[in-house]
């Protein structure tokens, strides 16, 4: 509930900002992400997963500036496997997957490009679990439960991308570095980060 709250309050906050703009607009978006788990031990390896998204965006500002607050539903996933170097036969390979809110505050330019315009965008992104899906747990030695089975219910990223404006379509391309530990516990596993490429179509209501 204090999820859902935070999230109406960040949303109704930045749809009034644009409500008082000159220049803006409102949309819709989909795509997908492919995310990595990534650790600074070699207790694990990883394997790229694929996941979505689909929500709302905004914007304020013209071509030299501006400001995209954007909130939408993600799943997030990652395959991790031993390393053999290392676990032994202590891990088994499995999934984990969360199920987000995501809530990136981007600033930005853009360029014409005959037609279309071309754009550069970069802010922090806060990303709030509804769920989080770990079959592994039930495949990890005792070992490893505290390292690979309590995981933090809010993240932090930062996010860089680009992408092109054509009409009232938008295509985006952005890479998200996670920022901080996800992980309640480091110990064995150390610090634990999710990486994501992700790839979206949008298009301006108006």
């Known amino acids: 509930m204090k999820k859902a709250i935070i999230l109406g309050l960040i949303t109704v906050c930045a749809l009034s900002f644009t409500a008082q703009a000159q ?89 014409p490009v005959g037609p279309a315009k071309l754009k550069l965008q970069a802010g922090p992104l806060f990303s709030f679990v509804i769920d989080e899906n770990n079959p592994y747990k039930d495949n990890v030695s005792a070992v490893y439960q505290e390292a690979l089975t309590n995981y933090k219910d809010k993240f932090s990223a930062l996010v860089i991308g680009t992408g092109i404006d054509f009409s009232k379509l938008t295509f985006d391309l952005r890479y998200e570095i996670g920022l901080g530990n996800i992980s309640e516990y480091e110990g064995s596993a150390g610090k634990q980060k999710l990486n994501l490429w992700t790839i979206s179509l949008g298009y301006s209501i108006f």
């Open 23 to 111: 220049d803006l607009k409102l949309g819709i978006k989909a795509g997908l992400n492919v995310a990595s788990l990534k650790t600074d031990k070699s207790l694990f390896e990883n394997e790229n997963s694929v996941g979505y998204l689909a929500g709302i965006w905004g914007r304020i500002g013209g071509n030299s500036f501006h400001f995209q607050p954007e909130a939408y539903f993600t799943s997030k996933s990652a395959t991790i496997h031993p390393d053999a170097s290392d676990a032994g036969s202590d891990l088994i390979k499995g999934d984990i997957k969360f199920t987000n809110i995501d809530v990136p505050l981007l600033i930005g330019t853009k360029f």
